[in-house]
């Protein structure tokens, strides 16, 4: 009897320890993710890894996110995400699956752990797929706009706290990350104006058509917490204010939108 107690005693360990084996693997995927991404670069403050060669073209694209990061409200000089670039699709969504997301996008970010993963496929797909339109927006592939969208949502996880911050309902959460990404690089070119974004989200044609930009509700969320931010003037805290609805925001950014234009002459 002693003996099969003692026996069932060491087999029990065995599979705690089989467990425990398993479940760091796991987060060691997230965690510590380095041995699958063996190419490693520092560009503008940011530690990138990549699974193979990272692009000749990538000390542009971190210069670009830098400057995008550094416009952000929310930003206070913090450490960045560590950006782990998949070059593989095949790693990406491994990555992706294991981390229990059924829908594969651009990106995804792991915020306890500090590191983001990006898809190369995805974000050169829906730029090619959009033709880089709109600019300044999710919808144009571009990777500082991608990598800037993570590093939103991850200052918004250290500002109000991961719990908080998974409560955010998703057209406050994506159209602020939205937003803050492309905040410098619309507030950079001259020809940008936000009377006609609303205009382009608003003409059923250039979401409806054959060739038409895919992605209008995410062009939605961008648009109005603009509205909400830019013209507004609302903070990161007054747009998290459970009064702020997307029903009041729309309404609100339609009355703005055809108000006439006070003219000063
Ligand atoms: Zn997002």
Not at 74 to 97: E, P
């Amino acid at each position: 009897m002693k003996v099969t107690i003692r026996r069932v005693g060491k087999w029990f360990l065995w599979g705690l320890g089989a467990v425990v084996v398993l479940f760091s693997l796991y987060l060691s995927i997230f965690f510590f993710p380095y041995p699958l991404f063996p190419h490693h670069a520092e560009y503008a403050g940011f530690s990138v890894y990549s699974d193979r060669e990272i692009p000749e073209d990538f000390r542009l694209v971190f210069d670009e996110a830098r400057s995008r990061v550094e416009a952000m409200e929310l930003y206070h000089g913090a450490k960045d995400l560590r950006i782990f670039v998949c070059r593989s699709q095949r790693l990406f969504v491994f990555i992706n699956n294991l981390a229990g997301k059924r829908h594969v996008g651009q990106a995804l970010v792991i915020s306890v752990a500090g590191n983001a993963f990006f898809s190369e496929a995805m974000i050169e797909s829906v730029g090619r797929r959009n033709g880089g339109h709109p600019a300044h927006s999710r919808l144009e592939g571009s990777w500082s706009a991608a990598i800037a969208h993570e590093v939103a949502h991850d200052l918004v996880f250290s500002e109000v706290g991961y719990g908080k911050a998974r409560r955010i309902t998703v057209w406050k959460s994506e159209g602020y990350a939205d937003y803050s990404a492309n905040l410098a690089s619309a507030g950079a070119d001259l020809s940008y104006d936000f009377r006609s974004r609303i205009g382009l989200f608003l003409d059923d044609n250039s979401w409806q058509s054959a060739g038409a930009f895919v992605d209008r509700r995410h062009f939605r969320w961008h648009v109005l917490v603009e509205f909400l931010c830019s013209v507004k003037g609302l903070t990161f805290a007054d747009l998290m204010d459970e009064g702020v609805t997307e029903e009041i925001a729309r309404s609100q950014m339609m009355a703005w939108y055809s108000a006439p234009l006070i003219d000063d002459d």
